[in-house]
């Protein structure tokens, strides 16, 4: 290992990098994250969301199957 402390922050800063963060874990937990990365790439690569019809589908399937519904509900106050 170097002694370089400019390397050993960036080979840190690399490793912070990949743990999820309070966002990841969000879309981890509604069980439909692969799906939900499926849709984004499609709409990263295309920029338009027609073209992503099939993907946004699945997305929602999942969504359903997986009783997120209630995580996006309103409540009145």
Known sequence: ?????EKA???QAAIDDD????WDKRIFS?????E????TDCYYEKKDWRVCKK??????EC???????ERTS???V
């Open 30 to 34: 509604t069980g439909c994250s692969d």
């Open 36 to 39: 939900n990365a499926k849709l």
């Open 9 to 11: 922050a960036a080979s």
């Open 74 to 76: 309103s409540k009145d």
């Open 1 to 5: 290992m170097s002694n370089n402390p």
């Open 19 to 22: 743990e999820p963060d309070d």
């Open 55 to 60: 993907e946004m589908e699945i997305f929602r």
């Open 63 to 69: 969504w359903k199957r997986h009783g997120n519904n």
